[in-house]
């Protein structure tokens, strides 16, 4: 019955998503797919808009060792449900529901997309290690990846080196809410 009821809900899919191979790929593992089908759903493109199935993928694909898709799943970790991310569109008690923000898992995921060169991801890591938001705060790895951010041309990474320089910690979190400085329930990025 399990399967026939999954079949029914991938047919439904297929047919509402009007791109089955894509589907098809994404439900088969592959990361590119899990992410096309992410953005599908987060931006409401050729499907029924569905946030909550957006992050799912989303989360599917940057386990699959998608970078876009792991920095982008830090940004949604790092962000609790805030005008200007998609989340806030769902209302105060699903966003924080299905979206808290957890600077922990953030710190994994920017950490994971970093380490694969990704610009933004090495900026916001950086950020996240002089705050001391989700990971043990440390100004000599938040320079190292701020330096990394600004050799590879991020160019808000000269701000963040003079603040490290300055001592000039943020009071805020991400879209100007307090931070939570002991980071978070995830501990998957913490102690690396």
Request: glycine share 14%.
């Amino acid at each position: 019955m399990k399967r026939l009821l999954l079949a029914i809900g991938i047919s439904a899919l297929l047919v509402a998503c009007g791109d089955s191979e894509m589907v098809s790929k994404a439900n088969g593992g592959d990361p590119q797919a899990q992410f096309d089908l992410a953005l599908a759903y987060r931006e409401g493109k050729d499907i029924q808009k569905d946030l909550q199935s957006s992050f799912r993928w989303l989360k599917e694909a940057a386990k699959g060792g998608h970078v876009e898709a792991q920095y982008e799943l830090g940004k949604d970790y790092s962000v609790e449900a805030e005008g200007n991310r998609q989340t806030a569109k769902l209302g105060i008690g699903t966003a924080i529901k299905y979206f808290a923000r957890d600077y922990g898992f953030a710190v994994h995921w920017f950490h994971e997309a970093a380490q694969k060169g990704h610009v933004g991801a090495q900026l916001e890591l950086a950020k996240l290690f002089f705050a001391g938001w989700g990971i043990q705060q440390n100004d000599a790895e938040a320079k190292v990846w701020a330096e990394k951010a600004k050799a590879n041309g991020n160019k808000d990474a000269d701000k963040l080196l003079a603040d490290i320089a300055a001592g000039k910690r943020p009071e805020t979190g991400f879209g100007k809410v307090r931070g939570n400085p002991a980071g978070g329930t995830g501990s998957a990025g913490v102690g690396f």
